[in-house]
Structure formats: structure tokens, C-alpha cells
């Protein structure tokens, strides 16, 4: 009898090896044997796709697909958004706390070391009012994300944001113009009047922008692709996602970069009016690009009221698991039953709320774990937060060379700028082709650690600030204000790892028809960490400002360890949570496009 030939010979062996390692990982890992390829029914998306076997799974390489152009007419929507807010926030610190200029009816600080500003009012109530505004900004997407999945869609609701916004720009060049800027009290109500409208639009604008963005890439399967070199890889639409919110990223970093370097100067130079102006101008880009896009965007329709359904849902399950004693109540909370008895194909009996497939209960328990993730991050927007007001505090106590003392925050746009394609086209995939699996709850882990250093930095420059000035910083110090840069550079890494991530963690884990909700959870945690950022406000005096970044260097560090040690559970289920079957709230009435809504 023949023997084997040695190409037949290597495939029986690679064959036996791959279903090996195949064997092994399942025995230590049950929780990743997801959907089988055969299981896919046609939707239209996916039709005429290879899918991939378990063992290709494990051994193919993963790749991105292409980008929708679609994404990025919305990208630059959030680009002329993110020029707007930032540009006029940018200024909010010098307008609130710097006293105005002798002899100036603009606000302008004029070239050299002169310093800008407006209403006087000392840093703790700057750093207060700057800390308001990130809080209301990022509670109102909850309302946003409501509206938006319940009642208007994604589209509407981001259109009628962008109208209320503009108002609120309006509202604050007004308080800036000259006749209005030397009536401190006066200046100071339409300010923070036109902060609380902006701030609302914001919010508005906030959780269903992000989505959107990332729907118009519509495939949701591992899928095989034969590149050109012959090689077999799988497209991940994960990594697209990923990918899709990397560039979304960079655009918004380049609108604050644009925004905050030409606004610094504008209020130097020329005068506050003139730095909410330009913005509010840009921003009126939005709703023409909005509307001349309508009929290429992919769009999901409103379908009530979701949230009321998922805590019907909820109730349902935890029925008999209710505990007074707390251990016992977070053991029962989390079985790994928990769901099963809430699947409508348990259920003989089924309420009227419960017209949802089972796929959907595995849905909700997927962005419920995601809700759970975020609830970590108030800690890692507490390093981030220093960039919008101690960070320039600091700056204006030290030799800023001419240069506006705002400027230096535009080092993390600018850092954002270079180092996303880097990460994107060279440092991440190098990671994928070396083996290592950097997954989204590794990236946010490391992001809390590169939030830390940052803070180390700033505790180390403020320590030398106090040591030139002899414990004062009633003068300006001697040092150059170009070493805060390490600060600014470490916080644009801590982006890329935990920010951009939950923005893919947001959208890839949450049920289709509740993703601006699950969004708006992620930008909540956002104000939560304004709202914890008070409790810092006592340090926020000289001597003491070296306390603040320093224990916030340590509560990151901290934070980071606990966040993993609390997700790495989490963290293998990474495949199978991504590949779950898309699930219907009216399981006989699958919805239509808003289009037609």
C-alpha cells in the first residue's frame, strides 16, 4: 500500500495539532465555543460569505475590513463638534479665574507674559465651574440616549442637539462682548447660562453621534477573506469597529487641536468674543454636512421603550434571589443561571412585556457586563480631568516664553494626531502578528497605568515649581513650561488604551436597539469622575498641589489593578460575547429602517 505523501502528511499532522490545541482550549475554556459557521442564516449582510471553522478560529490570522465612507461624513461631523466645544472650553479657565486685563474691554492679554482673562474669580471657582460644565455635559447623554432609542432615532435626535447647542455658543459670545465682559456679575450669569445650554446640546449630541458612526459598518460575523499573497485571514468586524473608532478619534482630536490652538490665541491676542465666535461659525458646519448626508447614512429605527422592557426583564430574572445579607445577594446576582429562567423559551407562562427572543436576554446580559465595566472608569477620567484646568493652572505659574498658557493642553490632540495611525497601522497589528492577544479590557487596564505616570509626571513638575519658587507660586517660575509636555503625551496613550476602547467596548457589547443607551452609560462614568474631581477642590491651593496629582497618581495605580483583577474573568469570554446571535425585541416584527420611520 502506498504511503503518505509528505504535503498529505504535514496537513494530517497540522490537521491533528490545530483539532489538539482546539481540544485543550475548550477543556480550559468552555465559555469559547460560539456559533458554528452553519448556524448563520441569510440576513442580506452576510450572504455569500465564508465563515470560519472553530479550528480556523483559533489559527487564522485577524484583519479589519475596509472603512464606510459614510463613517467618516460623520466623523467630520464630530470633527466640526469637537472644534466647537473644545475651542470655546479651551478658554473657560483664563475667562473664569484670571481678573480682566487693566484697561481691557476684551479680555485679551496681549503678547510677552501678559495674561488673559475675565471675571476674576480664583482657581477653586474656575476649577469648579470648568469641573460643572464636564459633568452636565456628560449626564445629559443619558436623556439624549432615551430620546434617541425610544422616541426620535439616532439621526433626529442628533440633528435637534446640534440646534440647541448652537444656541448656548451664541449665548457665551455674548457674555464675552465688550460692553458686557467688564460687568463682572452680569458676565458671569450669561456665562454660565450659556455653559448650561451648550453643555445641554452636548449631551444631546454625545451618545448618539458615537453609534452612528460606527453603524454604518453593518457586518457582525467572522468572516473569511484570501488576500492577494494567497494567506487565509478572518475579518473581524471587532476590529473594524475598532478601527472605525480609531479614526473617529483622530477626527475629533484634530477638530480640538484646530480649535484649542486657534482659540489660545485668538483670547490673547484679540479677546474672548472672538474665541466663541470662530467656534459657534464651525459648528455651523454640522447641520448642513448632517443634511446633505441623510440619504447615505444606515440608520436604526426607535423602538420604544426599551429600558422599560430590559427592567422587566431584570426583575423577572432576579425573582427568589433577593437577599438582605449583601454577599449572599452578589453570589445570587451572579450564577451562571442567572438569565436561563428569564429566556422566553423557558418561560410557559409569558407576561405581555416579553415579546423578545432568547437572543435578546443574551444581548442585554452582554451590555449589562459591559455597564459593569464602565463603572470603573470614574477613577480613570480623574488623571484625564487635569488637563482641562490644573494643567493650566499650572502652565500660567511658569515661564511660558509669549506662549498663551492654554497652549500646552493642545500637546494631547496633537500626541492623539501622530500616535493613533501609529498604533493603528504599526504597534497594534505588530501585537497581533507576534501573538498577543491585546484585548479591549487589557487596553483600558494599561490605560489606567499610562493615566498614573501622567500624574507622577505633573506631582514631579509641580514639586520643582514649588522648590524654584520656594514653596510660593506667587511668582511665576523660572521653569520652562514645555516639560509639562510628559504629562500631556502619557494622557493622549491613556486615550488610546481606555477611552477609544470603551467607545468599541460601548458599541460592540450592547443590544442593536439600546446602544445609545449603553454609550451614554460609558460617557456617564465621565461625569461621575467631574463629580469625584470635587472632592479635590481643598487641594487645589498653594502649598498643597503637589498632594493632588500625587494621589491621584496613586488612586489610578490602584484602580488599575482592581479594574483587572475584577475583568479578566471577563476578558476570555472576549470571542464568544462578540459572536453572540443578533437577538429582536418583537421577535415577529423585525424593525424597519428609520427612513421610512
Known amino acids: 500500500m502506498a504511503g503518505l505523501q509528505p504535503d498529505a502528511l504535514d496537513e494530517l499532522v497540522a490537521t491533528h495539532i490545530v483539532t489538539h490545541n482546539e481540544y485543550e482550549m475548550k477543556k480550559e475554556h ?13 440576513d442580506g449582510i452576510h450572504d455569500g460569505l465564508e465563515f470560519p471553522t472553530e479550528a480556523e478560529r483559533l489559527t487564522l490570522r485577524r484583519v479589519s475590513d475596509t472603512l464606510p465612507w459614510a463613517s467618516y461624513l460623520i466623523a467630520f461631523v464630530e470633527l466640526a463638534e469637537r472644534f466647537s466645544y473644545y475651542g470655546a472650553s479651551v478658554v473657560f479657565t483664563n475667562f473664569i479665574q484670571q481678573p480682566l486685563p487693566d484697561g481691557s474691554h476684551t479680555g485679551a492679554g496681549g503678547g510677552g507674559n501678559g495674561q488673559s482673562g475675565a471675571l476674576g474669580k480664583g482657581q477653586q471657582e474656575s476649577s469648579g465651574l470648568v469641573t460643572f460644565y464636564g459633568f452636565w455635559a456628560y449626564v445629559v447623554p443619558l436623556l439624549g440616549a432615551y430620546i434617541a432609542d425610544a422616541h426620535w432615532g439616532r439621526y433626529k435626535t442628533i440633528f435637534w442637539a446640534i440646534m440647541i447647542a448652537l444656541v448656548g455658543h451664541i449665548i457665551l459670545i455674548v457674555s464675552a462682548v465688550p460692553g458686557v465682559i467688564e460687568k463682572t456679575e452680569g458676565a458671569t450669569a450669561c ?21 452612528l458612526v460606527a453603524e454604518q459598518y453593518r457586518k457582525q460575523k467572522l468572516f473569511i477573506r484570501t488576500l492577494e499573497s494567497g494567506e487565509r485571514v478572518i475579518v473581524d468586524p471587532v476590529y473594524t469597529v475598532s478601527r472605525v473608532y480609531m479614526y473617529f478619534y483622530l477626527f475629533t482630536n484634530i477638530g480640538a487641536l484646530v480649535g484649542q490652538i486657534s482659540m489660545t490665541y485668538a483670547e490673547k491676542y484679540i479677546g474672548f468674543w472672538l474665541a466663541y465666535t470662530l467656534p459657534t461659525a464651525v459648528f455651523m458646519l454640522c447641520p448642513i454636512v448632517m443634511f446633505l448626508g441623510r440619504n447615505k447614512y444606515q440608520r436604526s429605527p426607535p423602538e420604544g421603550s426599551v429600558l422599560a422592557t ?21 453570589n445570587n446576582f451572579n450564577t451562571d443561571d442567572f438569565w436561563e429562567g428569564a429566556k422566553p423559551s423557558r418561560v410557559a407562562n409569558k407576561p405581555k412585556w416579553m415579546t423578545f427572543d432568547d437572543q435578546w436576554v443574551e444581548e442585554v446580559q452582554r451590555g449589562l457586563k459591559a455597564c459593569a465595566v464602565f463603572t470603573w472608569y470614574p477613577i480613570y477620567w480623574l488623571s484625564y480631568n487635569q488637563l482641562t484646568n490644573n494643567l493650566i493652572s499650572q502652565a500660567a505659574t511658569m515661564d511660558v516664553h509669549g506662549v498663551p498658557n492654554d497652549v500646552l493642553g493642545n500637546l494631547d490632540p496633537l500626541a492623539l494626531i501622530i500616535f493613533i495611525p501609529i498604533c493603528d497601522l504599526l504597534f497594534f497589528p505588530l501585537l497581533k502578528r507576534v501573538g498577543i492577544n491585546f484585548t479591549a479590557l487589557k487596553k483600558i487596564t494599561a490605560g489606567f497605568f499610562t493615566g498614573a505616570l501622567a500624574m507622577i509626571w505633573a506631582t514631579v513638575v509641580q514639586y520643582y515649581i514649588y522648590k524654584a519658587n520656594s514653596l510660593s507660586c506667587e511668582s511665576v517660575s523660572p521653569l520652562n513650561v514645555w516639560i509639562q509636555t510628559g504629562s500631556y503625551v502619557l494622557v493622549a496613550f491613556s486615550e488610546i488604551f481606555a477611552s477609544i476602547t470603551g467607545l ?10 439600546m446602544r445609545s443607551l449603553v454609550m451614554s452609560v460609558f460617557f456617564f462614568q465621565s461625569a461621575l469622575g467631574s463629580a469625584l474631581s470635587e472632592a479635590w477642590l481643598p487641594l487645589l491651593v498653594d502649598p498643597l498641589l503637589t498632594w493632588n496629582y500625587g494621589s491621584i497618581a496613586i488612586i489610578s495605580t490602584v484602580g488599575g489593578v482592581l479594574f483587572w483583577l475584577s475583568v479578566r474573568k471577563l476578558d476570555i469570554q472576549e470571542d464568544k460575547l462578540n459572536n453572540l446571535a443578533t437577538g429582536h425585541i418583537h421577535a415577529q416584527d423585525h424593525p424597519t429602517d428609520e427612513k421610512s420611520v
Do not use: C
Request: charged share 15%.
Open 310 to 330: 430590559a427592567l422587566h426583564l431584570f426583575a423577572f430574572a432576579a425573582r427568589g434571589r433577593w437577599s438582605w445579607n449583601p454577599v449572599k445577594l452578589w
Open 30 to 42: 468552555p465559555e469559547l465555543d460560539v456559533v458554528s459557521a452553519e448556524s448563520f442564516e441569510p
Open 191 to 211: 456665562f454660565v447660562i450659556g455653559m448650561i445650554v451648550t453643555g445641554f446640546g452636548t449631551g444631546l449630541f454625545k451618545p448618539n453621534i458615537s453609534p
Open 504 to 513: 468599541e467596548y460601548a458599541f460592540t457589547k450592547a443590544p442593536k436597539n
